[in-house]
């Protein structure tokens, strides 16, 4: 069967051979026999053994099979039958049989997109089962041309590996290949990238390589080497990257990241919870990783995204240099430092973090703030050296699915924050030389909660009830039993109702929604900031609840933003350097979060006579003009009036 080899696309599964019907191939290296049974559709009431192959795989060409063949496996004779594990399709959901996708019959047209650059993005985060009330690809295909009219540049999809049940959050994926049901067929989500490419959207997808859902993983069926108990992680099995047999592990999840690049025209990945991969090989799999989507994007942009709590420098180092080559980076630190500045407060891994100016000032300057110092809530040193990293490489974010869904009531900031200091913080954020992510809704001040909600068996939905109450209870306002009392059942299709999105708020909440479609536009319009250069800003922290960010132009065109989340600010000077104007000019506003378009007071000159004003909770952004020009001392000049002197 090796004369198939080169005609596949990928290592593994069902793949349509045209004018010689479906060839199957699949590892199994805990067998002696595997047998195709071909169930409905084309060749169906068939079925034919698949030769054994060298390494454990098994391969077969099946002439009367084609695509929409519904199929699965019979191993070593034995009556139950098996979804295929790099199945294309689960039309039955993860129990049922697997179903065969001819991915060249899609007609693409998005030749002339070119991917997804690093510099320049404002990611937006979706769940497509939330984002529309209908919860499908076609639905949320309807709302990319206004997602592009204020200014996304990349859309980051939430997990849609295929799950058991109704409906999940993502991350409960067993069937890594194949696009979950619930949302449409493989053809729909090609369909929504395609327009996505037309809106001049990139779009990423979330992949969760670090273990699989409790329900529906035949993986083990097939080989008990994918899994190790040398390895431990938060929710469940670690995968096998380094230990005996991992080289066809390794190949099933580098083939799985290609995939999607390929047969799908995604632009890249964000890469969930990689502290939980392990591998100590030479090559680890992520660097892996990387180059596979490198490779399938034949020569266009990627954009690639790692989630890491311990807030690892070397995930976005060259891989020339010792890295493994990724893109970007999530910033917790600025998320956590941000929320506790808006909030007041610090419970659990939030409590490292004052919310302080200058905490706010260094994520913004310098990534992470933990780099290697203790951290006490986990009792040990966290981060590595990242000081001269790319700023645009940190991703950096005020909400996200988690940060939302780890509330006792899935509350946004927007349900317990001022409007003002919301206004301010987003200026932060959208104007941050680092790469801003907005969570889907956020950018219409959404009513609705995301919560915690995953459709499982009588079996398990108690169990993963339990666990969620749990792991709530590290925060101590989450542990008193009237709040666990009333935490949402995750397993009630109310919950997931309860997450969907009303878009009719754009409208109802316009001021909220116009802020955030200026400052984006801001953000692409004004070269200083849309720059976003390497040590390009700096930053002084003026009171215990005010700091300004500088950002340095060329020839003196520079930006200082003031940021006020406290009370109102009047100083008769202001002995700080960053906030002297460049030579010959003097700063004026080109910006501010009062403007009464986005439901503030309005704002006064920040500069005058009588002193500085900085109002309270907001954000101004100021420009250089030609202001009076300083005469130069000359012996020509008068003598300049003697300045008064200090007085003991």
């Given amino acids: 069967m090796l004369e198939f080899k080169t005609e596949r696309r990928l290592p593994i599964g069902a793949e349509v051979l045209v004018g010689k019907g479906v060839h199957f191939r699949v590892w199994a290296p805990a067998r002696r026999k595997v047998e195709v049974v071909l169930e409905a559709g084309p060749g169906s009431g068939g079925a034919a053994p698949l030769r054994p192959e060298e390494g454990g795989y098994f391969a077969g060409l099946v002439a009367s099979a084609a695509s929409g063949t519904r199929y699965r496996f019979r191993l070593d004779d034995g009556e139950a039958l098996t979804p295929d594990p790099a199945s294309r399709s689960q039309p039955e959901g993860p129990h049922g049989p697997s179903e065969v996708i001819d991915p060249g019959a899609f007609s693409w047209s998005d030749a002339a997109f070119r991917g997804a650059?690093?510099?320049?993005?404002?990611?937006?985060?979706?769940?497509?089962?939330t984002f529309t009330r209908e919860g499908t690809w076609e639905s949320a295909a309807r709302e990319l041309p206004e997602l592009a009219r204020i200014?996304?540049?990349?859309?980051?999809?939430?997990?849609?590996?295929?799950?058991?049940?109704?409906f999940n959050w993502g991350y409960d994926g067993v069937n890594l290949f194949a696009p979950t049901r619930l949302y449409g067929s493989p053809d729909d989500l090609r369909r929504f990238v395609?327009?996505?490419?037309?809106?001049?959207?990139?779009?990423?997808?979330?992949?969760?390589?670090?273990?699989?859902?409790?329900?529906?993983?035949?993986?083990?069926?097939?080989?008990?080497?994918?899994?190790?108990?040398?390895?431990?992680t938060d929710w469940g099995a670690a995968i096998n990257f380094d230990g005996p047999r991992s080289e066809a592990v390794r190949e099933y999840f580098i083939a799985n990241a290609g995939y999607w690049i390929d047969e799908f025209h995604l632009d890249g990945l964000r890469l969930d919870a990689t502290q939980n991969i392990y591998d100590g090989s030479k090559d680890h799999i992520l660097a892996a990783i990387a180059r596979r989507v490198r490779e399938a994007a034949k020569g266009k942009e990627t954009f690639l995204v790692a989630e890491n709590e311990s807030q690892e420098e070397w995930l976005i180092r060259a891989a020339e240099r010792g890295g493994y080559g990724l893109d970007a980076i999530w910033n917790d630190d600025f998320h956590h430092s941000a929320k506790v500045a808006l909030t007041g407060r610090s419970e659990a891994y939030y409590s490292d973090h004052e919310g302080s100016p200058q905490e706010l000032l260094s994520a913004l300057k310098h990534g992470f703030l933990f780099q290697g110092q203790r951290y006490q809530w986990q009792k040990q040193r966290r981060g590595t050296p990242a000081l001269g990293v790319d700023p645009a490489r940190f991703v950096l974010f005020l909400e996200n699915h988690d940060q939302v869904a780890n509330t006792a009531r899935g509350e946004r900031l927007c349900h317990i924050v001022s409007p003002g200091r919301l206004r301010a913080m987003s200026a932060a954020l959208l104007l941050a030389p680092g790469t801003p992510m907005l969570f889907q809704g956020q950018e219409f001040g959404s009513s609705a909660p995301f919560l915690f909600f995953a459709d499982h068996n009588p079996e398990l939905a108690p169990l993963v009830r339990k666990g969620r109450a749990e792991f709530l209870e590290q925060f101590p306002s989450c542990s008193a039993p009237e709040v666990r009392a009333q935490l949402d059942d995750p397993s009630d299709p109310r919950t997931f109702e309860r997450c969907k999105l009303d878009f009719s708020e754009r409208e109802r909440n316009a001021a909220l929604y116009a802020l955030h479609e200026d400052l984006i536009a801001l953000r692409r319009r004004d070269p200083v900031i849309r720059a976003q250069r390497p040590r390009g800003v700096d930053g002084a922290v003026l009171s215990a609840h005010a700091f300004l960010l500088r950002y340095f132009g060329d020839d003196g065109d520079d930006r200082l933003l003031l940021v006020n989340l406290g009370r109102d600010i009047h100083r008769g000077s202001l002995p700080e350097p960053l906030f002297a104007p460049p030579p010959g000019r003097r700063w004026e506003t080109s910006w501010s979060s009062e403007s009464p378009r986005y439901g503030g007071q309005g704002s006064p000159p920040v500069i005058t006579e009588e002193g500085v004003h900085i109002p309270g909770e907001a954000a101004i952004l100021l420009h250089p003009v030609v202001g009076t020009p300083v005469p130069e001392k000359t012996s020509a000049n008068p003598r300049p009036e003697e300045p008064k002197k200090h007085v003991r």
């Fill in 117 to 129: 650059p690093l510099k320049g993005q404002v990611i937006y985060e979706m769940h497509i089962g």
């Fill in 151 to 166: 200014g996304v540049s990349l859309i980051e999809l939430l997990p849609i590996a295929e799950v058991p049940g109704r």
């Fill in 194 to 232: 395609d327009a996505a490419h037309r809106a001049g959207i990139a779009v990423i997808l979330d992949v969760v390589y670090n273990h699989l859902g409790p329900d529906g993983n035949y993986l083990g069926q097939f080989s008990g080497d994918y899994f190790t108990d040398r390895h431990k």
